[in-house]
């Protein structure tokens, strides 16, 4: 039987910004999301983007995790609930709050294993963020 390798995704994104306006971001993959800043105006602001982030990762984890745990034909939705608290000073967020929500005919044994599967070991972007990754910066005109 042949080997099948998976395709790497592209990944990345650029943000664009004029005198006025808001920032417009296209990904590697050429998907798209307009950016908003005021408190009422509906749809993702940057760090909501940083939330999305992480929560849609713990969801794809966690179903990886259920999968690999042998209880995927069990679950019947995963929902990872991202908020954050920040900090005061330094512009960043101290604290991630993650609200699983693992339904199905499993156990609480079963959901905890899952949900710590997915956070501590699988999801590269909770991992990067515990992870303090290095910044390479370029600048040009």
Same mark, same amino acid.
């Given at each position: #039987? ?26 590697? &993959? ?6 908003? &800043? ?18 849609? !990762? ?10 690999? #745990? ?12 991202? &908020? ?38 699988? !999801?590269?972007?909770?991992? &990067? ?13």
């Amino acid at each position: #039987m042949a080997d099948l390798k998976a395709r790497p995704r592209p990944t990345g994104a650029t943000a664009v910004l004029g005198r006025t306006g808001f920032p417009h971001v296209t990904s590697a &993959t050429k998907g798209e999301i307009d950016i908003v &800043t005021a408190p009422s105006q509906p749809g993702f602001n940057p760090l909501d983007l940083l939330y999305s982030s992480l929560s849609a !990762c713990l969801v794809l984890s966690a179903r990886i995790a259920a999968s690999q #745990m042998g209880v995927l034909d069990k679950i019947s939705e995963i929902t990872a609930e991202v &908020t954050g608290e920040k900090a005061e000073g330094l512009s960043r967020v101290a604290k991630f709050n993650i609200a699983f929500s693992i339904k199905g005919d499993i156990d609480e044994e079963t959901r905890q294993k899952i949900a710590h599967a997915a956070e501590d070991e699988i !999801c590269t972007v909770s991992n &990067t963020i515990r992870g303090n990754p290095e910044f390479s910066t370029t600048i040009s005109g």
